[in-house]
């Protein structure tokens, strides 16, 4: 995974999805420990997911598959970037999947999708100063580039379904009986 401190790169692409970039970028220029407010649907949109179940889905993303964008803590939230469209898109693949059938576990949180007509804090891009680390609020996985990978909805849905069957361990067989006698029959004829 990157570093957790925003690049100048990095900053420039986050300050470009809001109204007036150039006054975010003097505001992180002479506040570098302050969080921003950014809207969400033309830049990047934002799957938000609870922490634990955040980091199960970024393991996933990482061992097993093509790796994340950007990726952020704020207040008990996971904020995973991805492709601006992602936060139309993924409900409705999730509801394909069954996602939120009757019978799944409460494992398996609902995915928050932040996009067109939405907002995001993001962290500081200079790393947490003393208010965001009270908040939880930092980047584990930092922009650095202009134009960062960002992992449309397929990805997501992927990462999320492993990251579930992961976190919830279902057996086939019943419970064994404590009391039961077992015989080794391996070496009978």
Request: glycine residues 8%; aromatic residues 6%; proline residues 11%.
């Amino acid at each position: 995974m990157s570093s957790s401190t925003v690049t100048l790169d990095g900053a420039s692409w986050l300050a470009s999805a809001g109204t007036y970039p150039r006054s975010t970028l003097a505001l992180w220029e002479e506040r570098p420990d302050a969080p921003v407010v950014l809207p969400c649907g033309v830049v990047f949109d934002v799957v938000s997911v609870p922490v634990v179940f955040g980091r199960r889905m970024l393991d996933r993303l990482w061992e097993e598959g093509p790796g994340s964008g950007p990726v952020a803590l704020h207040r008990g939230r996971t904020l995973l970037f991805a492709a601006p469209g992602t936060a139309q898109r993924l409900p409705s693949l999730m509801e394909w999947e069954e996602w939120g059938c009757r019978g799944r576990t409460d494992e398996i949180p609902p995915l928050l999708c932040h996009g067109n007509g939405d907002a995001v804090t993001v962290p500081a891009p200079a790393g947490p100063g003393p208010a965001a680390i009270c908040e939880g609020s930092r980047w584990i996985v930092a922009p650095d580039t202009r134009h960062p990978w960002l992992p449309g909805p397929e990805v997501l849905l992927w990462a999320a379904v492993r990251a579930a069957r992961a976190a919830v361990r279902i057996s086939i067989s019943p419970p064994a009986d404590q009391d039961a006698k077992v015989y080794d029959v391996s070496r009978r004829r």
